[in-house]
């Protein structure tokens, strides 16, 4: 039985339903358009309905029957977007996605989201978009999967576990580390690889923009872009624990990143990724440092703490819903914290500062700060 709370809407319980979970990305790259995702015990056809009022006046489809249903349909210019998804003679209730002409455009950021920690404040935060700093499940493998690199069982946990949550937001997910972890670790390198640094389940669940590891989208009416890189565990590069795809000066990723931030106009330029940001900043003699210097923030869920740095004009942020662990500290830190808690960013259209808010689990703000915007 699958119960979604949409918005002011009410929603009854389905009963018997064929579709088992519901999330909302993007792959464009100018954030114009959703791709509503889906899945079902049994193939079938793929039916959006949606429009602006609650009767969902118009439809999209996808073609043939599938198991896994993704079906693109465009953010409206004016007013939130109502949808609902239907395969056969299943359908799900009304769902509200936030209204992106609002004067505000409110992000929020988890990090080690696999720890699955309750999210009933950041759901009242009512974000437009969902960004995460990696780490979203806890690895890939258990006692009947190992090695099986297109595991896609903790995706769809992880899915389940918001239901009210998820279906109502735009989820724009980073990779860490534990996404693509095939088999256990050890304590030295094993014969055969530990982790899949193509992140296949990864990128078959999830649509998102560009190679899908890594990504960048803007949305223009607020002047930002957010940045997704695939960096972590960048000290065990060609071994057998090697998770992420290279980033040394002449890789492809280190040459794309140069280029997105030389490129980039928006006020606001944002990038995410999954390594400790003092420690990639002197990557290839300084050269992500000097990258990162032409974003306004740099955010990671690295560590297992809250923290905020600063460095050259770039605001350093460190976010993780489990945030008890051992704090590995940015030598610029100005505010460390050891507390489950995430990150909300608000943006005004066309509007010279970003508010940051660290935030607890309980909603309470433990650490704010304004970003202001960049001339590009």
């Known amino acids: 039985m699958l119960r979604f709370v949409c918005g002011i809407l009410v929603c009854a319980s389905l009963v018997q339903a064929q579709v088992e979970r519901v999330w909302v990305t993007s792959r464009r790259t100018d954030l114009s358009h959703v791709v509503v995702c889906w899945e079902t015990a049994e193939p079938g056809e793929s039916v959006v309905h949606y429009g602006l009022a609650k009767d969902c006046p118009r439809e999209a489809r996808g073609s043939g029957t599938t198991v896994r249903h993704a079906v693109e349909v465009p953010l409206p210019d004016s007013g939130p977007l109502f949808y609902r998804v239907q395969t056969g003679e299943h359908e799900t209730e009304v769902v509200r996605l936030p209204d992106f002409s609002q004067d505000q455009l409110r992000l929020a950021v988890v990090g080690n989201w696999s720890s699955l920690r309750p999210l009933a404040a950041l759901q009242k935060d009512a974000p437009h978009i969902l960004l995460t700093g990696g780490d979203n499940v806890g690895r890939l493998w258990d006692g009947k999967q190992r090695g099986n690199a297109t595991n896609i069982g903790p995706y769809q946990r992880l899915i389940d576990t918001y239901p009210e949550l998820i279906p109502a937001v735009v989820l724009m997910p980073v990779l860490g580390n534990h996404d693509r972890e095939i088999l256990p670790r050890g304590k030295r390198y094993p014969p055969e690889p530990t982790y899949d640094p193509q992140a296949v389940a990864f990128r078959?669940?999830?649509?998102?923009?560009?190679?899908?590891?890594?990504?960048?989208?803007?949305?223009?009416?607020?002047?930002?872009?957010?940045?997704?890189?695939?960096?972590?565990?960048?000290?065990?590069?060609?071994?057998?624990?090697?998770?992420?795809?290279?980033?040394?000066?002449?890789?492809?990723?280190?040459?794309?990143?140069?280029?997105?931030?030389?490129?980039?106009?928006?006020?606001?330029?944002?990038?995410?990724?999954?390594?400790?940001?003092?420690?990639?900043?002197?990557?290839?003699?300084?050269?992500?440092?000097?990258?990162?210097?032409?974003?306004?923030?740099?955010?990671t869920g690295f560590g297992y703490y809250g923290e905020h740095a600063e460095l050259g004009g770039t605001t350093y942020l460190n976010t993780s819903l489990s945030g008890t662990g051992a704090q590995y500290k940015d030598p610029k830190a100005l505010f460390v914290v050891g507390q489950h808690n995430y990150l909300l960013l608000t943006v005004p259209r066309a509007g010279a500062v970003m508010s940051v808010a660290l935030k607890g689990l309980d909603g309470a703000v433990l650490h704010a700060l304004r970003v202001p915007a960049r001339s590009r």
Do not use: Y
């Open 204 to 299: 078959t669940f999830f649509e998102l923009p560009g190679d899908e590891w890594k990504w960048s989208a803007a949305l223009p009416q607020f002047g930002i872009r957010i940045i997704a890189l695939d960096l972590n565990h960048t000290s065990d590069m060609g071994t057998t624990w090697q998770t992420c795809h290279p980033f040394a000066a002449g890789s492809e990723q280190f040459a794309w990143f140069d280029q997105e931030t030389k490129a980039a106009r928006e006020p606001f330029v944002i990038a995410l990724q999954n390594e400790q940001n003092s420690g990639m900043r002197g990557k290839e003699k300084g050269a992500w440092g000097n990258m990162f210097g032409r974003c306004n923030a740099v955010i």
